[in-house]
């Protein structure tokens, strides 16, 4: 999805300057409360963030719909089983 299209999020998550170890183990919690479907925008100050945010949604399935530093918008995949 282009980066400048405007979604409206489900939920948004100030994650600051966390790092991505913690802001991993948080964000899964965060994606599992939300229904299929549903857009999560997380604000993420960290500098490995950039690249970790997105191999996580490789990783996961949760389509990464925006990318550009600091904000992040994950959407909820259609499985509601996660293993990740």
């Known amino acids: 999805m282009d980066s400048d299209s405007v979604i409206e999020p489900s939920a948004i998550w100030d994650a600051g300057e966390m790092g991505c170890g913690e802001?991993?183990?948080i964000l899964r919690a965060r994606m599992r409360e939300l229904a299929p479907?549903?857009?999560l925008r997380v604000i993420a100050r960290?500098?490995?963030a950039p690249e970790d945010l997105p191999a996580w949604s490789r990783l996961t399935?949760?389509?990464l719909v925006?990318?550009?530093h600091p904000?992040?918008?994950f959407?909820?995949?259609p499985s509601s089983t996660e293993t990740r």
């Open 61 to 63: 399935g949760h389509p």
């Open 75 to 77: 959407l909820r995949k």
């Open 23 to 25: 802001l991993i183990m």
């Open 66 to 68: 925006r990318a550009q």
């Open 71 to 73: 904000v992040y918008e």
């Open 37 to 39: 479907g549903q857009v």
């Open 46 to 48: 960290d500098p490995g």
